[in-house]
C-alpha cells in the first residue's frame, strides 16, 4: 500500500494540459485526484464529496481563486495549495489572506508540488510533537493540541492548519515575543517555503477569527520592533 491510499485531492485549473500533468503526479503518488474546470465547478465537487486538500489555480474564469477559497474555508479546513502564475507578494499575500496554507508559482516543478503536498498532508493529518495538555489563555480560550481544535467562551472556532499552527505555539509561550522568522522555524517548520510577510497575513486572520469585545487583537498582542507576543 502506497502512502497516498485513501488520500482526495482536488485539483482547479482551467488549463486541461497543466491540470492532467497534476493529475498524473498525484496519482503516481498514490492519491485519488479529480479535476475540475472552473471554481464553480470545483466548489460543487468540494460539497459533493469533501477532499483532503486542494489543489486551486488563482486565476480562473468567471469565479476567481480567491472566492473559491473562501467559499471551501467556509466549510473545511482541508489543505489548500494555491498555484498562481503572479508571483509578486501582494497576489500572494491576498491568497494566505483568503485561507490558503500554502502556494506555488508557475512555471513549476511537478517534484516541488508533491512536495508541497505531502507536507501539507502530514501537518493536517499529525498531532505529533504538539503534546496532549490543553492550552489556555485566560478564561476564554481552550486549544486542544492533541485534537486540534480551539475553543473560545466554549465555542469552537475555525482556524487553518497553519493558523492553528502559529496560535498553539505562541500560546504554549506565553513569555514569549516571537518574530517572524521563529514563527516560520518553530510553529511552520523547516520545509515552509514562505515569507515573512505571509506571517502578518496568518496572524491577521487569527485576530479576526478570535477577536471581541474585550479582546479586539485576538489574543495576539504586536510587540514594534520585534514581532508578536500572546495576550490574555
Known sequence: MRDGDGMRILIVEDERAIAEVEKAYVE???YYAE???DGLEGIGKFREKPFDLVILDLMLPGMSGLDVCREIRRVSNAPIIMVTAKSGEDDIVAGLDAGADDYVVKPFSPKILMA???ANLRKSGSSED???ELIRVGDALVIDPQNLTVKKNGAEVSLTRNEFMILSKMAARPDKTWSRDDLITYALGYEY???ERSI???IKNIRK???DPEHENGFIRTVHGFG???SE
Do not use: N, P, T, V
Open 116 to 118: 508541497r503536498i505531502r
Open 35 to 37: 479535476i475540475a474546470s
Open 193 to 195: 517555503d514562505g515569507f
Open 28 to 30: 503516481r503518488d498514490g
Open 209 to 211: 477569527k478570535l477577536s
Open 200 to 202: 502578518d497575513s496568518y
Open 228 to 230: 508578536y507576543k500572546i
Open 130 to 132: 504538539s503534546g496532549s
